[in-house]
């Protein structure tokens, strides 16, 4: 699991392999990541956009950008929360992911909480 809080948003991860996906023999791995976005401040703010950097075992790195998160971007006010599930592909058995979202306060102001990096990783490669 992977956690960082910045300016009051906690951003937790959770990963999941996705065996029935998954094509081992044609070098496709496919993860499932769970992220729980909190709003441990005092102010609301906006998730308008991510940035991801995905890195897989060959060090193969690639970015992706867009709008908010699975077609919402949500405003989160103090003490609650925001959960999304999405999925990434791989050409390798294994990788890493880290990024930010794109925030904005009522007032215009605007941050990037950190979405520390996290593993992606088969079930049977964890001890």
């Known amino acids: 699991m992977s956690v ?5 948003i906690k951003v937790s991860v959770k990963t999941q392999y996705l065996t029935e996906e998954s094509e081992p023999e044609n ?5 499932a990541y769970q ?12 998730l308008l956009t991510r940035h991801w ?10 970015e992706v950008q867009g709008e908010g998160v699975v077609g919402q971007t949500p405003v989160i006010e103090p ?7 999405s999925w990434c592909p791989l050409r390798t058995e294994y990788g890493i992911m880290r990024g930010s979202y794109g925030m904005v306060r009522p007032n215009g102001e605007t941050f990037a909480a950190t979405i520390a990096p996290f593993a992606l990783l088969p079930y049977y490669m964890l001890n």
């Open 35 to 46: 992220i729980t976005i909190e709003n441990e401040g005092h102010k609301a703010a906006q």
């Open 4 to 8: 960082c809080v910045t300016e009051g």
């Open 53 to 62: 950097i995905i890195k897989d075992g060959h060090s193969q790195v690639e």
């Open 27 to 31: 070098h496709k791995w496919f993860f």
């Open 79 to 85: 003490g609650q929360s925001f959960t999304y599930t």
